[in-house]
Nanobody, 125 residues
Framework: QLQLVESGGGLVQPGGSLRLSCTASGFSLNDYAIGWFRQAPGKEREGVSCINSSDGATYYAESVKGRFTISRDNAKNTVYLQMNSLKPEDTAVYYC??????????????????WGQGTQVTVSS
């Protein structure tokens, strides 16, 4: 019953924009911290942006600060990742995930225990 489904990935040119969506079913997104992670071939999965449930605090990787924005629409049970000024190094499979309730770090993969299937983002000219 519990699902996280990403959408919105695709092919975009450098400097372009995409908005990723993560829609949850089986639970209420606003009760959990939700993170966006990405993994490129040969690289470890890394935290891109995460949003806390209790206070709405956000985290952004240094590489995406000023370009990406995470937001949550509780009515739609959806978390978004607006990605602007995309660079080729942003190319990866992007995953959304639900954080464990325990007090672990906000935006590292090990803090998350439910994951979506991923959506491919390719930034290329």
């Amino acid at each position: 019953q519990l699902q996280l489904v990403e959408s919105g990935g695709g092919l975009v040119q450098p400097g372009g924009s995409l908005r990723l969506s993560c829609t949850a079913s089986g639970f209420s997104l606003n009760d959990y911290a939700i993170g966006w992670f990405r993994q490129a071939p040969g690289k470890e999965r890394e935290g891109v942006s995460c949003i806390n449930s209790s206070d709405g605090a956000t985290y952004y990787a240094e590489s995406v600060k000023g370009r990406f924005t995470i937001s949550r629409d509780n009515a739609k049970n959806t978390v978004y990742l607006q990605m602007n000024s995309l660079k080729p190094e942003d190319t990866a499979v992007y995953y959304c995930a639900r954080k464990r309730l325990q007090l672990f770090k906000l935006c590292v993969p090990s803090s998350y225990n439910y994951w979506g299937q991923g959506t491919q983002v390719t930034v290329s000219s």
